[in-house]
């Protein structure tokens, strides 16, 4: 019998993607993860998740830390529906690595590149985050998904186009994780938003790396990655400048009654949450996230349920820089049963 690969990658074709000269087709850069279980002498389900060393992609790779998560077997063996985990801001689904193997021992895991970033060749016009729907809409039928229900997992930027999809297609939705998203930002956050778009406009991506990542980690974070810093600011310049600046502008200086802005959005929100806040997140500081979970649960649809998870002394990059905790939170909000 043939074995099964454990990862696939392919391009999905985004057919008269009116950002394309002359209406041509784009591509969708994807990694899709079989599911693929551990068992541990019957007493239950080891994720055991990559180790923590730093990566190209403001994080880590698998090296060093050994993570094992122990999950209840009856949990684990009830049917789970797929995963798809989308990156934040000047990334790509590379940031994922180290999560991924622990996060497909319990159902099969799709990671694709956002519109404007890796290895996906969409045009950087418009970045919206309805066209960012649009994209996962095509994404979501060409995979064969159509008429289930999937789990989104979003970090920041991809906290944020998940918290889209929900709020506009409920029907494709079961649960929603997002980390380093809030309501809004407080002084702070738009400061440094604004250091970050004048930086960009600069033209000047290598000062606006730098600045990105100082802002998004702790300086414990910092002094664990130092050395790898170059390999990370290549891999945040790689997205490009007029991709960056296009994300900036469209994404993350918008008007409180834009419909996509977070406060808006979270009123129609159809699905349980689960909301994870750094308690040293500047972008989005935990009394701003506790915010939002407060929107969501004021909302009158029966399944609109939202949890608050804090991780101690975490900021931004709260994923990478508590991971244990943090891939042990997301299992615990995906597998347990009851929501919906």
């Known amino acids: 019998m043939k074995k099964r690969k454990a990862r696939v990658t392919m391009r999905v074709p985004v057919p ?3 950002n394309q000269p002359h209406g041509g087709t784009g ?11 551990r068992l541990d002498n019957g007493r239950g389900v080891h994720g055991a998740a990559p180790s923590m060393t730093a990566s190209s992609e403001g994080g880590f790779n698998q090296a060093s830390m050994n993570l094992n998560l122990d999950m209840n077997m009856s949990i684990q063996l009830e049917p789970q529906p797929p995963l798809v985990l989308i990156h934040g801001m000047a990334q790509s689904s590379v940031a994922w690595t180290m999560h991924v193997a622990a996060l497909a021992q319990h159902r099969p895991v799709i990671c694709y590149d956002l519109r404007a970033h890796g290895a996906t060749t969409l045009d950087a016009t418009d970045v919206s985050f309805e ?9 979501y039928n060409h995979l064969d998904l159509a008429g289930q229900r999937v789990d989104l997992c979003g970090f920041s ?17 079961r649960r929603v994780a997002m980390t380093g998203v809030s309501a809004d930002r407080d002084a702070m956050g738009r400061l440094i938003l604004h250091s970050w778009q004048n930086t960009l406009r600069t033209g000047d991506m290598e000062a606006f790396a730098y600045t990105a990542l100082t802002h998004s980690h702790t300086p414990q974070s910092i002094a664990a990655i130092e050395n790898r810093v170059p390999a990370m600011l290549k891999a945040l310049k790689a997205n490009g400048l007029h991709a960056m600046r296009n994300i900036m502008e469209q994404t993350y200086l918008m008007a409180r009654d834009d419909p996509f802005h977070a406060l808006n959005l979270a009123e129609h929100v159809q699905s349980p ?20 979970a407060d929107i969501i649960n004021a909302n009158q649809h029966p399944d609109a349920l939202a949890q608050l998870v804090m991780m101690p002394g975490a900021g931004h990059m709260m994923h990478l820089e508590a991971a244990h905790i ?3 939170t997301i299992n615990d909000f995906l597998l347990t049963p009851g929501y919906n």
Not at 27 to 34: G, H, L, M, S
Not at 131 to 139: I, R, S
């Open 326 to 328: 943090w891939l042990s």
């Open 157 to 173: 930027l991809g906290g944020r186009v998940a918290l889209s999809i929900a709020a506009h297609y409920p029907e494709m939705v």
């Open 16 to 18: 008269h993607d009116h």
């Open 27 to 37: 591509e969708v850069f994807v990694q899709r993860y079989a599911h693929r279980p």
């Open 131 to 139: 066209q960012h729907m649009k994209d996962f809409e095509v994404l």
């Open 273 to 292: 949450v689960l909301l994870v806040a750094g308690e040293q997140d500047r972008l989005a500081p935990p009394l701003l996230v506790s915010a939002m």
